[in-house]
């Protein structure tokens, strides 16, 4: 018998049974999205929204606005904010459908999440086409973790495609630059309808740190119809696997007008 198969039996299962067992998600202690607490703000101070290298916070007359599909989860601005209005937090599942709930809304925190998107047809089996359109590759690290023998996706019925074609959700990551624009919107044009799109990443759903320059794009906005968006610079495999249980009206969304539903 070789070495590593009596290494895997002796082991046993490595598989995590999340989300749907009791099971740890591999995400334990893990450093999220800050927290916004305008009550905690002093008047005037604009600290915050001076260290945020993407203008995630941004200072309007006498309030800050809050935008977490810009932020890249750099703690800048829970290490720089002197009275805790930005505190660390492990809020890391920030997958969305409507692109205005990863902005921060005043009011009470959200007690229901939003409805589904009717997509249980593909309860059982979803094939996903990945196109990095510029990435860091910090993406496509996780995107890889997927199928370790930990997060398992295919127990999920969630399949990568290598062809367009037999795709049912265009997986972006990175900015977009220029040189992959005519090659994702071809695989996009490739696919089957229905299709749909998922932005992964904070500059697939924003441009993140260097979008907006001659070279890329601001993300896939204006570019492509996004139906599911998922910041973080770059989000873990679980949050991936939350936002794609999401897009299948597996998982309820937990973010609403930026804010994590307890």
């Known amino acids: 018998m070789a070495l590593w ?20 998600d591999g995400q334990d202690g893990l450093l999220g999205m800050p927290r916004y607490n305008p009550q905690a703000c002093d008047e005037g101070c604009r600290i ?30 829970t290490e720089a904010c002197p009275t805790g209005a930005m505190t660390p937090s492990n809020d890391w599942a920030f997958g969305v459908r409507d692109r205005e709930d990863l902005v921060w809304a005043s009011g009470g925190a959200p007690t229901a999440a939003p409805g589904g ?7 059982r089996s979803l094939h996903v086409r990945h196109v990095d359109a510029g990435s860091c590759n910090g993406c496509e690290s996780e995107l890889q973790a997927l199928n370790n023998p930990f997060y398992n996706l295919h127990r ?4 990568f495609t290598p062809s367009p074609r037999f795709a049912d959700l265009l997986l972006v990551t990175g ?5 992959m624009f005519e090659p994702l919107l071809a695989a996009y044009q490739a696919m089957p309808e229905p299709r749909w799109v998922m932005a992964v990443g904070t500059c697939a759903v ?17 570019i492509l119809p ?9 989000p873990n495999p679980a949050a991936i696997i939350d936002a794609l249980l999401i897009f299948l009206d597996r998982a309820p969304q937990r973010v609403s007008g930026g804010r994590v539903r307890d």
Do not use: M
């Open 5 to 24: 198969t009596l290494f895997g039996l002796s082991s046993g299962k490595a598989t995590t049974t999340w989300p749907a067992g009791d099971d740890a």
């Open 48 to 77: 915050c929204a001076e260290v945020c290298p993407t203008h995630a916070i941004e200072a309007h007359d006498d309030k800050l606005s809050v935008d977490y599909g810009r932020c890249v989860i750099c703690q800048l601005c």
């Open 117 to 123: 998107t009717g997509k249980r047809a593909f309860f």
């Open 156 to 159: 999920l019925g969630i399949f």
């Open 175 to 179: 900015p977009v630059t220029r040189p």
């Open 206 to 222: 924003s441009g993140g740190i260097p979008g907006g320059n001659y070279a890329c794009a601001t993300g896939l906005e204006g």
């Open 226 to 234: 996004v139906d599911l968006y998922l910041p973080g610079c770059p």
